[in-house]
């Protein structure tokens, strides 16, 4: 398709200093140029956003997950956003596939804030029009916003994947806990595959403890599946508690792979065989090891992109 026929002719895509990897990879895919825009900071740490050309009725989609430096990079989007209005932008869509505080959604105990909500009030404030996320920790969180979301779901690029590997019937799709068993349940039936649930509780937050395993995991590749990698405690302490059932094996699949402090290191020396993670949030030198593999989703964000800018239905891509 040439890019009139697809409308991509009032499409601008730009990138925050986030994830500029992805962002080309998505251009790439689209067969677009990354639109020329200045992120940075003034002297004085503020962030400063320079756009070099018009973009006065423009569609933009700008790509800017809010992984670490978490507040940076939520600021930058916003003064992005800021700037493509008051320069007369047709449409300003977030691409933010890592969507920080989306753990915050919910009160849990008194005088709690709801973190999730107040970003989603921050970018629609900003001048956002429509958002795309990919796999949100909590999906509700698309009812915060009172504009479009479209929420992709990694498990089509995750099971492609693992449907390569050979498994033979030995594969046991697992959720580390309960919370996560529709997750589980997703990726199993691409994979068809029976599932396992750790149960755990937290006795503080970041802290893992593994209490049963619901299912049979005995002499199986267990293949631990979740929304976020952090701190890797649940993983790595799941990991243990497969291998102690009879798990021949175990591997993980994450979305975003935050990895904060020491995670890299608690993976290297876990049983855990393979991490497969995607690149919604980048990896940098420092933390990548011979256990991680790391699959793209720069095609699925780019299909969806091209989607709604020729105002196709995007559900339809999920099937």
Do not use: W
């Not at 915050?104 to 804030?113: A, I, L, S, V, Y």
């Not at 209490?211 to 243990?240: F, R, Y």
Request: charged fraction near 20%; aromatic fraction near 4%.
């Amino acid at each position: 398709m040439d890019s009139h026929s697809m409308g991509t002719n009032n499409l601008c895509l730009m990138t925050g200093n986030a994830n500029p990897e992805l962002a080309q990879k998505i251009a790439d895919h689209m067969g677009v140029k990354i639109f020329d825009t200045f992120v940075g900071r003034f002297n004085n740490g503020e962030t400063q956003v320079m756009i070099s050309d018009s973009i006065r009725g423009k569609d933009i989609f700008i790509v800017q997950p809010t992984s670490q430096p978490v507040n940076d990079n939520l600021m930058d989007l916003l003064i992005m956003a800021d700037a493509c209005k008051r320069a007369s932008a047709h449409s300003i869509t977030a691409i933010v596939p890592y969507y920080a505080y989306a753990r915050q959604d919910r009160k849990t105990r008194g005088r709690e804030p709801i973190s999730a909500k107040l970003v989603a009030n921050l970018m629609v404030a900003a001048g956002m029009t429509r958002v795309l996320t990919v796999d949100l920790h909590a999906g509700q969180i698309q009812g915060f916003f009172d504009i479009p979301v479209d929420h992709l779901k990694a498990a089509p690029v995750l099971a492609d994947y693992f449907m390569h590997q050979d498994f033979e019937k030995d594969l046991v799709v697992v959720s580390p806990d309960l919370g996560g068993v529709t997750r589980a349940r997703e990726l199993a039936d691409f994979l068809k595959a029976p599932i396992a649930i750790i149960e755990k509780r937290r006795p503080r937050p970041g802290e893992a403890e593994v209490m049963s395993i619901i299912g049979d995991v005995n002499g199986k590749v267990a293949l631990m599946v979740d929304d976020i990698v952090d701190t890797a405690g649940s993983l790595c302490e799941g990991a243990k508690a497969l291998k102690k059932l009879g798990a021949k094996k175990v591997i993980a699949a994450c979305t975003h792979a935050v990895l904060s402090k020491n995670a890299v290191e608690k993976i290297n020396n876990s049983v855990i065989e393979q991490l497969v993670i995607t690149d919604t949030i980048p990896l940098p030198p420092e933390k990548q090891s011979p256990k991680i593999t790391v699959l793209s989703m720069a095609a699925e964000i780019g299909n969806v992109i091209m989607r709604i800018q020729s105002h196709r239905s995007v559900s339809q891509l999920f099937r």
